[in-house]
């Protein structure tokens, strides 16, 4: 079998796809759309807006006012695959929306009659590190930073549910320092006397797991991109 293949098929819909769902006149899909999409982008518009000063509490309030706002406004709606980068252009939004809307949204509270939408996490608990402002950076290279962060947690995710799927959760769960930076794991002796495999098979399922990553990497970034 042809496993790069089959994780080809497996992938989810693009950046583009899920925006053009916004669109859509199945209601129950326009709002799974922009809640995926929310999900997906709201550590690194939290982290810009944390960093121009806002307090942690004032900046959840913030991100909820700014993509109530986005939403209301069809800004999904507008961008295009022609117009280049997913992450520039919505820093722009963001960039516009602290610098000319910061006092009445700093009013715009969760429920104050914005559209809340139903996140399963709030940003401190969605499993993405939310990096904390600090002099040696600016606010634009802290969203990049932070978008960064959050699309390889978001990388990790998806490959943790593939193999979830598969039944080889407690494989990926070994292995998984292997495709993270920093991280430690056990070694693949060790590994295979804890799931009964020898050392070779370890070995080669710890190549595929860092192949199927990088692959799924690339798609991920390429879904943001213009080329």
Partial sequence: MDSGKNDRQNFPPTR???????????GGEREAALEELCRIYWPPVFTFIRSK??????????????????IRRGDFEKPCPERGRLRSFLLGAVSHFTANDWRSRNRLKRGGGAVVLSLDRAPG??????????DDLT???????Q?????????????????????QQQLFEKLKHV????????????????????ETAVKVAAHR??????????KTI??????
């Fill in 16 to 26: 583009w796809t899920l925006i053009a769902k916004v669109t859509a006149d199945d």
């Fill in 53 to 70: 000063g806002a307090s942690k509490v004032e900046a959840e309030d913030l991100t909820q006012g700014f993509f109530a706002d986005f």
């Fill in 125 to 134: 608990e969605s499993g993405v590190c939310l990096l904390e402002p600090g």
């Fill in 139 to 145: 606010p634009e290279a802290l969203f990049d930073r």
């Fill in 147 to 167: 978008w960064a962060v959050t699309l390889l947690a978001e990388v990790l995710s998806l490959l943790r549910s593939r193999y979830t799927e598969k039944g």
């Fill in 179 to 198: 495709v993270s930076p920093g991280a430690t794991g056990a070694s693949y002796r060790e590994i295979g006397s804890e799931l009964s495999m020898n």
């Fill in 209 to 218: 797991l860092r192949k199927r990553y990088g692959s799924l990497l690339r």
């Fill in 222 to 227: 390429g879904d943001t991109l213009l080329d």
